[in-house]
Every structure is written in C-alpha cells, then in structure tokens.
C-alpha cells in the first residue's frame, strides 16, 4: 500500500479491471464484478470474490458486472468498485488522493466520458483524465506512433473491439465495436443451448473458449466436456464440444471484429495504409488470445498482424506510462482525452 500521493492508471474493462502504480508496474487484476444485496444493496464483495459468486449464489445475493460493453452500466457500483480497487492499492488511510488516468473506448460519448469521470472523481481521485484505448494500447506495446507515419492497433477487450490507426500522437482514423470476448461467451452459450439442449452459465462459457476456442479451427483439434443443466429434463448433462464447433458458434462474431477492421482500413490515407502493409497491425487486449486469432486476420485483411508480448496488461501498462510523461518536454502531443487537457480536480 502506498499511502503518499501517487500516479495510478486504470484500465477500466467490461470483464477485468488492472491498476498500473507508477514505478511498481501492474498491481491489480481482478474481475470488473460486484456482489450485493439485492433488499438492502448492501456490497457483499468486489472482484474475485464476487466473480466467484457467479451463478453460485443464494436468492439475495446477485453478482453484477457494473460495466457493459466497454462503458458505465451502473454509476453507483461502478464508483464502489473504483473505490475499493484505489484503497486497496493505495490504503484506506491516503494522505493525499491520487491522480488517476482511466482508458476508454474510443467510441465512447461524451456523457459516458463524463460518468468515468465523476466515479473516479467521487471514488478518490484528486484528477481524472481519459485516454483512448488504441493510445494506450500502442504506448503500452512500445509502438512509435509520434513520427509522421502510421501504425495500426487492434484493440479486442471484454465489452468493445477498438481499431485505430495513429499518426502524429494521435489518432487518425478509429472504430469501435460493441462486440469482443464477452460477445464470444454469449454465442457459445446460445449455441450449446440449441445444439445440445444444455444451458450453460458464462463462467462456464469463458472455459470453453479458453480451452477449446480458435479462430483457426484447421490448426488444431481440441474437445472440451461440458456440464449443464438439460433443458429436457432438467438433470444435470454432460456433453463434448469441439473446436471446430466452438469456432462455429463463434464466427459471426470474429466476422465482425474483420468488419471492423476493413472498414478503417478502407478509410486510411494511402501514405499511412503503405506504412501498415510495412508494419503491419498491433493486435492487444485479452481477446487476442483466442488461438488462432493473429492469423485469422492476417487472412481476412491481408496485412501481417503481429500479437504483442502480454496483451492482457498492454492497455494498462500504456495508460500507466502516459501518466508519467504527463508534462514532460518530450511530450509534444497529450495521449489524452480531450487532446491536450484535464478534466476533474482543481491541483494538478
């Protein structure tokens, strides 16, 4: 715990929240999840706890996911959660708030920038300030994004795929998409139920793309048994699925993640499209790990893409790092949202 004021960047996820200390590097990974009272809203438990309370839990207790699709579902919970990871890494006992920089997507309106700002601000913060996911993507991923040539960053979280190509400090041209990993859980889900019969929870969703998931299904065989409730009977079931079928169920969601893709692609300037055909395209976030998925789209776009070391902590650690250089001469261009300005507190 830190106690003195310090610099903390926050990647904020639909499915996971990270903390990133200055100078101490990642200190939290946990679920974006709170357990409460359903009667009397009283929190139960926040994080891992809470995420392991899903599906599990008695009639008035319900685990929620306080964030959805990249933004703030639920302002209170969202604030209680932010709460507690910042006196969890800072101490209940500040003496002085922290400044806080928070990545979000780059789709985002203006009233959901200004709900991430009052929860952080209402949660502890002494400042606030927003970046945009694919900045702090390619900043964590060591990217040089500050010369007159462009770089692509695909950026595939829980809630929302960002797509962006940088020049210049900034971003040139972007999309953002309501559709990622959770959007996989879900279409897994629906189609254990219509092929199987069987109703599945997401907890037990995510493990099956996490063992059994590709976006390549000729590369690799795998099977997974699964265990659910038959919707016939009732009675527990326990069926085998395979990759070729989890990548099935899976499709139309990758497809619009390539959609995505081609469409920013499509609005490049020719200059900077000539600079990614030569680079090639970032690719972060934890829905980068799906198997397969770097060649996928490398297939359906045409451009090499290049899977960076660690994607899980790349935006966080970028959103970290851009903190830091925050007023640095070397800086000629703020990462952050709205470009060159602050938003919340009154100290700098």
Same mark, same amino acid.
């Given at each position: #715990? ?42 139960? &438990? ?6 392991? #309370?899903? /599906?599990? %839990? ?22 209680? #959660? ?16 922290? @400044?806080?920089?928070?990545?979000? !997507?780059? /789709?985002?309106?203006? $009233?959901?920038?200004? &709900? ?6 209402? &949660? /502890? ?42 020049? #210049? ?11 990622? /990993? ?18 599945? +929870? ?12 590709? &976006? ?17 009977? +009732? ?32 609005? %490049?300037? !020719? ?39 660690? !994607?899980?902590?790349? $935006?966080? @650690?970028? %959103? +970290? ?10 800086? @000629? $261009? ?13 100290? !700098?």
């Amino acid at each position: #715990m830190l106690g003195l004021a310090t610099d903390i960047g926050i990647d904020l996820g639909t499915a996971t929240s990270l903390v990133y200390v200055k100078g101490k590097g990642v200190v939290l990974n946990e679920p974006s999840v709170v357990a409460l009272e359903q009667e009397t809203s009283r929190v139960v &438990a926040i994080g891992e706890e809470a995420r392991r #309370m899903l /599906g599990r %839990t008695p009639g008035n207790i319900v685990a929620v996911k306080p964030l959805r699709d990249g933004v703030i579902a639920s302002f209170e919970l969202t604030e209680r #959660m932010l709460r507690h990871f910042i006196s969890k890494v800072c101490g209940r006992r500040m003496l002085f708030h922290p @400044r806080v920089a928070v990545c979000v !997507p780059s /789709g985002i309106t203006s $009233v959901e920038r200004r &709900a991430v700002i009052d929860a952080c601000l209402q &949660a /502890g913060a002494r400042r606030c300030f927003l970046i945009e996911e694919p900045l702090a993507a390619a900043i964590g991923a060591g990217v040089d994004f500050s010369q007159p040539s462009g770089a692509m960053v695909v950026d595939i979280g829980g809630g929302t795929t960002d797509v962006a190509v940088l020049s #210049m400090g900034q971003v040139v041209v972007s999309r953002s998409v309501r559709v990622a /990993g959770n959007e996989c859980d879900e279409a897994i889900t629906r189609y254990v139920r219509t092929q199987f019969g069987v109703v599945i +929870g997401e907890r037990t969703a995510e493990e099956i793309k996490i063992e059994a998931g590709t &976006a390549w299904p000729r590369s690799v065989r795998r099977s997974v048994e699964v265990r659910g409730r038959d919707l016939a009977t +009732g009675l527990p079931k326990t069926v085998t699925i395979t990759s070729g079928q989890v990548h099935a169920a899976i499709k139309e969601t990758l497809e619009t993640i390539v959609h995505a893709v081609r469409a920013v692609l499509e609005q %490049t300037p !020719p200059e900077l499209a000539a600079d990614i055909i030569d680079k090639g395209i970032v690719l972060t976030g934890g829905g980068a790990l799906l198997h397969g998925l770097e060649r996928y789209l490398s297939q359906e776009t045409g451009v090499a893409v290049h899977l960076v070391d660690d !994607p899980v902590t790349c $935006v966080v @650690r970028g %959103t +970290g790092l851009a903190l830091e250089s925050l007023g640095s001469p070397q800086t @000629r $261009v703020s990462p952050f949202w709205p470009a060159g300005s602050t938003l919340g507190g009154s100290s !700098p």
